[in-house]
């Protein structure tokens, strides 16, 4: 069983950055793709961002240029930077692996963009 678990949520202004990070309780070497999801109340969850295990990334339109994905396998760990922050990024953020045709989740963190 593989356990992921977001931090770097908060509360920043608009215009600000967080970092989230997310966990995993085994190597991400064996994860084919991780990526990042987020959903706001209300409103259907949405792939924000995602990388493979090769390095290759994909953005959804709304972030791309201000959202960075990136992975450290020696640490377990994916990352999303966050800059330029807008309210509209008010969402609980979770992180998402998939180890051959398993899928995991995270429990999410929350972010919150005041204006």
């Known amino acids: 069983q593989v356990q992921l678990v977001e931090s770097g949520g908060g509360l920043v202004q608009a215009g600000g950055s967080l970092r989230l990070s997310c966990v995993a309780s085994?190597?991400?070497?064996?994860?084919?793709?991780m990526g990042w999801y987020r959903q706001a109340p209300g409103k259907q969850r949405e792939l924000v961002a995602s990388i493979t295990r090769d390095g290759s990334t994909n953005y959804a339109d709304s972030v791309r240029g201000r959202f960075t994905i990136s992975r450290d396998n020696a640490k377990n760990t994916l990352y999303l930077q966050m800059i330029s922050l807008k309210p509209e990024d008010t969402a609980v953020y979770y992180c998402?692996?998939?180890?051959?045709?398993?899928?995991?989740w995270g429990q999410g963190t929350q972010v919150t963009v005041s204006s």
């Open positions: 085994v190597s991400t070497v064996s994860m084919n793709n």
């Open positions: 998402k692996a998939t180890v051959f045709f398993n899928v995991y």
